[in-house]
């Protein structure tokens, strides 16, 4: 009797364990909106984003506000080449300006802890709601959480602190696989020549 009741809790115990969700793979390029908030350097961001973790490349045309002040940007960091191109689309400068802040991939590591699940919307209706999942973990010297949609594991936000960059909150949203420009990871023409 004590030994069938003891293997029924371990089965129990590995059923319940096997549907705990799990670190999945998000798409490794993608294009769509976010979102940001750094309330250490009193910053908030809007911006288009072309996304290819394969390659290490991020481009942003984003719309930032410090303060009360707002600029908008077309940024381009490569991070293999450790460059970022930052075109400040009012005055049409450029900067380039080697880059050595980490690649952190929104996806989440092999290494992430589930921590709780959420649904989004109008739950039991077909089409009408995202279920959502939450993973922390640490990673280069920093902690973050990522939440994403299940099953499909599509980034909705990220937030990153680490004592040499502060904290910062993504939002993702409009997100679709895939990058539609072929020449979204080009260095702007007026950035040529540096």
Known sequence: M??????????VFCTVLAQLPRPCNSPSQWEGRFSRYDVSRNFTQYAEIAYDAVGRRVREREEL?????????DVLRLFNERKEYRVNL????????????????????????????FVIGLAGLPNEHVT?????????GGRYFGIVSTPDCIPLRFGYDSPTYGYEDTRYYDIKAGISDPGA??????????
Do not use: H, Q, W
């Open 2 to 11: 004590m030994k069938s009741l003891i293997v029924l809790v371990a089965v």
């Open 65 to 73: 506000a410090i303060g009360s002040t707002t600029d908008f940007y």
């Open 90 to 117: 009012r005055t049409r400068t450029c900067n380039v300006t080697a880059f050595t802040r980490p690649f952190i991939d929104v996806g989440l590591p092999a290494n992430a802890t589930f921590t709780d699940s």
């Open 132 to 140: 959502a999942a939450i993973f922390e973990g640490s990673y280069e």
């Open 185 to 194: 990871f080009i260095p702007p023409s007026i950035c040529s020549g540096r």
